[in-house]
T-cell receptor, first 111, second 118 residues
């Protein structure tokens, strides 16, 4: 399967703590994106990191990309209860046009 | 600006019955996607349109699934006949389309249609 794999599958933390989610993929990519999905809703785009970038920030989000290890991580700092959601990495493989989503990490932030 | 609109939000049908889902993308978005999302999984692409042309339908089970995007705007996805295994959430998304080939297109998702086949 070309699908990215997120790790962990589920994560439960206290409000104020940091949450780290990882994504691994199998073949070279053009870019990698992270999306969030609240329960019963559609996915919302969070951040895009290009294959020639190593780190990117957006508010409380920090994304890293290591193309040599074929992995990316999403860090949410100072988490809030509203961050409770599923987080998916999405990749388009080099030479391809199809966006492949991972199975997601389910984050639960306890107030 | 209105987001991607999908209807119905929920649908319960008996197996072997037909069902149809409708999607209205964001105005000006050339690319439209239909995804299937099983419980606890990420979305899986069924079909992608560039304007009114289906450019990637390799994952669409063509024996029972069909889709159309007339005039390059709204789209419908149909299942006939539905099977028990079709129970899932069907998501529609749209994007501008300029960066599809490089994976830089941001996709905007609708809320989905949750299908239950009994």
């Amino acid at each position: 399967s070309q699908q990215g794999e997120e790790d962990p599958q589920a994560l439960s933390i206290q409000e104020g703590e940091n949450a780290t989610m990882n994504c691994s993929y199998k073949t070279s990519i053009n870019n990698l994106q992270w999306y969030r999905q609240n329960s019963g809703r559609g996915l919302v785009h969070l951040i895009l990191i290009r294959s020639n970038e190593r780190e990117k920030h957006s508010g409380r989000l920090r994304v890293t990309l290591d193309t040599s290890k074929k992995s990316s991580s999403l860090l949410i700092t100072a988490s809030r209860a509203a961050d409770t959601a599923s987080y998916f990495c999405a990749t388009v493989f080099t030479g391809g046009f199809k966006t492949i989503f991972g199975a997601g990490t389910r984050l639960f932030v306890k107030a | 600006e209105a987001g991607v609109v999908q209807s119905p939000r929920y649908k319960i049908i008996e197996k072997k019955q037909p069902v149809a889902f409708w999607c209205n993308p964001i105005s000006g978005h050339n690319t439209l996607y239909w995804y299937l999302q099983n419980l606890g999984q990420g979305p899986e692409l069924l079909i992608r349109y560039e304007n009114e042309e289906a450019v990637d339908d390799s994952q669409l089970p063509k024996d029972r699934f069909s889709a159309e995007r007339l005039k390059g705007v709204d789209s419908t996805l149909k299942i006939q006949p539905a099977e028990l295994g079709d129970s899932a959430v069907y998501l529609c998304a749209s994007s501008l389309g300029a960066g599809v080939g490089m994976g830089t297109d941001t996709q905007y998702f609708g809320p989905g249609t949750r299908l239950t086949v009994l």
